[in-house]
């Protein structure tokens, strides 16, 4: 081989060495970005995943199960108002427009309507007892029925007890 012969191949050598090495900078370098970008995912792959998971043995009305949502809350919220009846009011003429004067009204089952005739006697009991059977409920003489709380449990005692007051105050 001549001189110029190695001179070439050396420093061709040194240029075959010098891209070799840019290269693997290179292969390194993508392989770091590479770690750096998260992984796109494929919406395909995250339907399939929500399907998997997915509750089984859900029931769902309408589209989303709005319709089910609305009816718990619905529920909810009148088993909260059913807590305190009538927003809590303690007007007896509130209760007992809206309760009591379904019987005391019109006298059905043997209910003494608010004639001051129906009560005199009733009213000699005191107006602890009369407090008590509108409370706890009570048939009397009469053989009526006066379910307890007039039938709905939600009214507190002081509510009957206003309620009562205001029937013995309105008597005719
Ligand atoms: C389902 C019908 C009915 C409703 C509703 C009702 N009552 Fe009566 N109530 C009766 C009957 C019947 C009697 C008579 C019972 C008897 O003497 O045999 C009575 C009797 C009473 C007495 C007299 C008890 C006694 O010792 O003589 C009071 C006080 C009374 N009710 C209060 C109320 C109040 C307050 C309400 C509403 C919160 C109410 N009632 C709702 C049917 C009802």
Redesign the pocket.
């Known amino acids: 081989m001549r001189n110029y012969d190695l001179e070439f191949l050396k420093h061709f050598s040194m240029v075959i060495g010098f891209l070799v090495v840019v290269s693997l900078a290179l292969l390194w370098l993508a392989h770091h970005l590479n770690g750096v970008i998260p992984p796109e995912v494929s919406p395909s792959a995250v339907r399939a995943t929500q399907a998997r998971i997915a509750p089984a043995g859900d029931v769902y009305a309408g589209a989303t199960g709005a319709a089910s949502q609305a009816a718990a809350a619905a529920a909810a919220s009148a088993a909260a108002a059913a807590q305190v009846a009538y927003d809590g009011t303690m007007d007896g003429s509130v ?2 427009g809206n ?2 004067t ?3 009204t019109s006298g ?5 309507t608010m004639d001051k005739a129906h009560w005199a006697a ?1 009213i000699t ?1 005191g107006t602890e ?2 407090y008590k ?2 409370i706890e409920g ?10 307890p ?4 449990p939600a ?1 507190s005692d002081d509510q ?1 007890k206003a ?2 007051d205001w ?1 013995l105050g309105n008597l005719k």
């Open positions: 209760i007992f309760l009591c379904g019987c005391h059905a089952g043997n209910a003494p009733r009991q007892t009369l059977h509108a009570y048939t009397g003489p009469d053989g009526g029925i006066m379910p709380k007039g039938g709905n009214l009957v309620t009562v029937m």
